[in-house]
């Protein structure tokens, strides 16, 4: 079944420093969503890109969706302390019967040292 | 608009007993889903409700069930407890299910039960 794979599992960064991670499918997804969980947190719903080559900016985080619509990047510039946490990325899945569900990938977690 | 709730926040309970999990949407979300968190598997999906329906299932034993409300609010009940269900359980609530056209609906996850199994 479709699979969402996501590199680097963890990742710690200087403050300022940039930091991007990377999701993988081995179909072509519709969509893809990417969320953020704060440590203790839990997910909290980021962005949706839609479109192939889709770039879509919010402040210092740049999403794209790839050509294929089988890859997504999240790219953080300058990471700040608040930028802590695990990012998820996650695309829909065809389940039967008109239903889709979402998939997960496994997260990225970001350690920034002040 | 409130958020997702979860109730209770923090369980522990012994192997071979039952727990039920509730979880109250955001107001006017008529979807609901069941996620597993877990340090090793990450986020599993477990269950869809809509309309009081479930819609979609992922791959957990039959010990793991769910239903939903005619006011949206779902619960989620496992049987026979076993250590590894030990597990940050999240709800999370979305307009509808499905597609609308090539986007999903986002999902806005409640804070979780934190379910530890000894």
């Known amino acids: 079944g479709q699979q969402v794979m996501q590199i680097p599992q963890y990742q710690h960064v200087q403050e300022g420093e940039d930091f991007t991670t990377y999701c993988n499918s081995s179909?072509?997804?519709?969509?893809i969503q990417w969320y953020k969980q704060r440590p203790g947190g839990h997910p909290v719903f980021l962005i949706q890109l839609v479109k192939s080559g889709e770039v879509k900016k919010q402040k210092r985080l740049t999403f794209q969706f790839g050509e294929a619509k089988k890859n997504s990047s999240l790219h953080i510039t300058a990471t700040q302390t608040t930028d802590v946490g695990t990012y998820f990325c996650a695309g829909p899945r065809y389940s039967g019967a008109g239903s889709y569900q979402l998939t997960f990938g496994k997260g990225t977690k970001l350690s920034v040292i002040p | 608009k409130a958020g997702v709730t979860q109730t209770p926040r923090y369980l522990i309970k012994t192997r071979g007993q039952q727990v039920t999990l509730s979880c109250s949407p955001i107001s006017g979300h008529r979807s609901v889903s069941w996620y597993q968190q877990t340090p090793g598997q990450g986020l599993q999906f477990l269950f869809e409700y809509f309309s009081e329906t479930q819609r979609n299932k992922g791959n957990f034993p039959g010990r793991f069930s769910g239903r939903q409300f005619s006011n949206s609010r779902s619960e989620m009940n496992v049987s026979t407890l076993e250590l590894g269900d030990s597990a940050l359980y999240l709800c999370?609530?979305?307009?509808?299910?499905?597609?609308?056209?090539?986007?999903?609906?986002?999902?806005?996850f409640g804070p979780g039960t934190r379910l530890t199994v000894t």
């Open positions: 999370a609530s979305s307009l509808a299910y499905g597609l609308s056209g090539l986007a999903s609906y986002e999902q806005y």
């Open positions: 179909t072509t997804l519709s969509n």
